[in-house]
């Protein structure tokens, strides 16, 4: 019964609405909490229940991202830089130290 209720929430609105302070789990178990028992009722309806429930696998998402974030960011710094100067097509060729002038790409 509550599980069928709680796979039909919308997951970004219930993350969103434990962020603005709201008790998702007090909507989700409604009429539900009448029959849990006072200590029950008053953890999962606290204010540290909710938050406490999102924020392990929240903090775990934002590592995933920012490592991935960083790890392309390194990727891109490496390419860059082994990718050498870049001549830009306005201006002339510069030399090289053997006199030498920089080839330019065929435009596409």
């Known amino acids: 019964m509550i599980s069928g209720l709680a796979s039909s929430l919308p997951p970004?609105?219930?993350l969103f609405a434990t962020f603005l302070g709201e008790n998702p789990i007090q909507h989700l178990l409604g009429p539900t909490l009448a029959h849990l028992s006072a200590?029950?009722?008053d953890t999962l309806t606290g204010f540290g229940f909710s938050?406490?429930?999102v924020s392990g696998p929240f903090h775990h998402g934002l590592a995933i991202?920012?490592?991935v974030a960083t790890a392309m960011?390194?990727?891109s710094a490496v390419a860059s830089a082994l990718r050498g100067r870049h001549q830009r097509t306005d201006e002339p060729p510069l030399p090289t130290a053997k006199g030498r002038q920089w080839r330019r790409a065929p435009s596409s």
């Open 73 to 75: 960011a390194l990727i």
């Open 65 to 67: 991202v920012f490592g």
């Open 12 to 14: 970004v609105s219930t």
């Open 51 to 53: 938050p406490g429930l």
């Open 39 to 41: 200590v029950q009722r």
